[in-house]
């Protein structure tokens, strides 16, 4: 079983600040998605990163998959309480009979305060 | 717009009760996946299908069964719900791809089940 070890588990930061999640595992994966949840809603995807070394922006959000695509990281720039949600990780295992289930972390929970 | 809905937003059930909670997409999405959130857990794997009447356990399939007799319905039932059930519900559609790493889970909003 693949596992995704997600941290910080909370994060309570000022607006204007600067925060970074991430993502590990011991297990290779073909790509990793970050996904937003809102109270009341169903995650929304983010971004997906596919190849190792890869960085994506997203406005003030930056996403990287390290080289050995084992592990991932989110990185906000001057977080606004708009920010505020659940991030989840999770790590996509394509080919064979995978059909494209997805393995999740744990979620890391941001509070921007105004 | 992409659409996937579930029956309910919020159900309390009694403990030994018999307990469906459905799933529909209009996406045409092959795959529809049943997942259950906890504090602290993520979303955790519980049955996933590929087709119809195909289905397949996730990590924990434990007490749960599924059925999908249509592409765009997918159901998850508690036989006999128990209290350790509690948990927000979500279901979720993708369009799969053979060997591709890119597909996206599109989720519903979730059922909320307290078992009492």
């Known amino acids: 079983t693949q596992l995704l070890e997600q941290s910080p588990q909370f994060l309570s930061i000022q607006e204007g600040e600067n925060l970074t999640v991430y993502c590990n595992s011991s297990?290779?994966?073909?790509?990793l998605q970050w996904y937003r949840q809102e109270p009341g809603e169903g995650p929304v995807l983010l971004v997906t990163?596919?190849?190792?070394?890869e960085v994506k922006k997203l406005k003030r959000l930056t996403f990287q998959f390290g080289d050995a695509r084992k592990d991932s990281s989110l990185h906000i720039t001057a977080a606004q309480t708009g920010d505020t949600g659940l991030y989840l990780c999770?790590?996509?295992?394509?080919?064979?009979?995978?059909?494209?289930?997805?393995?999740f972390g744990q979620g890391t929970i941001l509070t921007v305060h105004p | 717009d992409v659409k996937v809905t579930q029956s309910s937003r919020y159900l309390v059930k009694r403990t030994g009760e018999k307990v469906f909670l459905e799933c529909v997409q209009d996406?045409?999405?092959?795959?529809m996946f049943w997942y259950r959130q906890d504090p602290g857990l993520g979303l955790r794997l519980i049955y996933f299908?590929?087709?119809?009447?195909?289905?397949e356990k996730g990590d924990i399939p434990e007490g749960y069964s599924v059925s999908r007799e249509k592409k765009e319905r997918f159901s998850l039932i508690l036989e006999s719900a128990s209290t350790n059930q509690t948990s927000m519900y979500l279901c979720?559609?993708?369009?799969?791809?053979?060997?591709?790493?890119?597909?996206?889970?599109?989720f519903g909003p979730g059922t909320r089940l307290t078992v009492l």
């Open positions: 979720a559609s993708s369009s799969y791809r053979r060997f591709s790493s890119t597909d996206t889970q599109y």
């Open positions: 996406m045409d999405h092959e795959n």
């Open positions: 990163v596919v190849t190792g070394g």
């Open positions: 999770a790590g996509h295992n394509a080919g064979g009979t995978s059909y494209g289930k997805l393995t």
């Open positions: 299908s590929y087709d119809v009447k195909m289905k």
């Open positions: 297990s290779v994966f073909s790509s």
